[in-house]
């Protein structure tokens, strides 16, 4: 049947989202954020999460830049926190995915699963940073889209 995360959502419709928010969503906060995907790792990251970015500043176009930076922390700490075992290897799937950009065919291969065992794994990844990224969207106080779809 599948893994029960423990989240009462339609997995399908939550993956899906996630997915169409790393193809748009994603892309626009590194393109504005003036980051590489490359310094989406957690040495050049504030490992403390949050920096403030002061509320006085009148140059609205630093403030969407450093959105821009704090959403792509929130999405780099939201990956960071899911699991990650042989058995549940979601993290080593999203960033493989979203951060390194390999191909599904790479990172099937990187995990050692079958297509068919490595497209469920996917789901549970996508479904478990729907989760996590509730989280980070508080703690660094971005407007991320709500991506869990609740069963009908």
Not at 8 to 29: C, L, P, S, W
Not at 30 to 50: A, F, V
Not at 94 to 102: A, F, H, P, Q, V
Request: charge should be neutral; aromatic fraction near 12%.
């Amino acid at each position: 049947m599948g893994t029960d995360l423990g989240l009462d959502i339609d997995q399908k419709a939550t993956a899906e989202n996630v997915k169409r928010f790393f193809r748009n969503d994603f892309e626009k906060y590194i393109l504005r954020s003036g980051y590489h995907r490359t310094d989406l790792t957690s040495p050049q990251l504030d490992p403390t999460g949050i920096m403030g970015h002061g509320g006085n500043s009148a140059e609205n176009k630093m403030a969407i830049i450093f959105d821009a930076q704090d959403k792509c922390k929130a999405v780099y700490h939201a990956i960071d926190q899911c699991f990650d075992s042989t058995q549940q290897p979601f993290r080593t799937i999203l960033k493989s995915l979203y951060i390194d950009e390999l191909k599904d065919w790479q990172v099937a291969a990187k995990v050692q699963y079958s297509d068919s065992r490595y497209n469920e794994l996917k789901k549970y990844a996508l479904c478990q940073f729907a989760d996590t990224i509730e989280t980070w969207k508080i703690l660094y106080c971005v407007d991320i889209p709500e991506l869990k779809v609740p069963k009908k």
